[in-house]
């Protein structure tokens, strides 16, 4: 029996020999069968590298729990420890909150029901 051998891909290749093919790794010179005359296929014939897909980047690590702005237009992180993100936002957040207050007296503010209680 001749060589009948062939790449199967870069890392292993068959010999044809055989129903069904037999398989070996690349650094495998040559059939182990007993007289079978299959050698490995010439590294000229030998298929490039594949290149492995690239894993999608690993999902981002959560954010750690972050409080926003407190006035209800500005989308940015509230500074540590303050409702706010910055001075200006704490002063429209008053006035609005101060124009509220005039339209409907009776309602509820949350500040002060904290400041009595
Ligand atoms: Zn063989
Ligand atoms: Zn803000």
């Not at 044809?16 to 296929?41: D, E, I, M």
Request: aromatic share 8%.
């Amino acid at each position: 029996m001749r060589s009948n051998s062939a790449w199967l891909n870069r890392d292993f290749w068959v010999c044809r020999n055989h129903l069904p093919v037999v398989r070996y790794r690349a650094g495998t010179q040559k059939c182990w069968y007993h007289g079978c005359q299959s050698v490995r296929p010439s590294e000229n014939a030998r298929p490039e590298k594949i290149e492995e897909p690239v894993a999608p980047p690993p999902p981002p690590e959560p954010e750690p729990e972050q409080e926003m702005c407190a006035w209800k237009d500005c989308g940015k992180p509230a500074r540590p420890g303050s409702k706010y993100c910055s001075r200006n936002c704490s002063n429209k957040n008053a006035r609005y909150r101060h124009r509220l207050r005039k339209r409907s007296d009776d309602e509820d503010d949350e500040d002060e029901a904290e400041a009595i209680a």
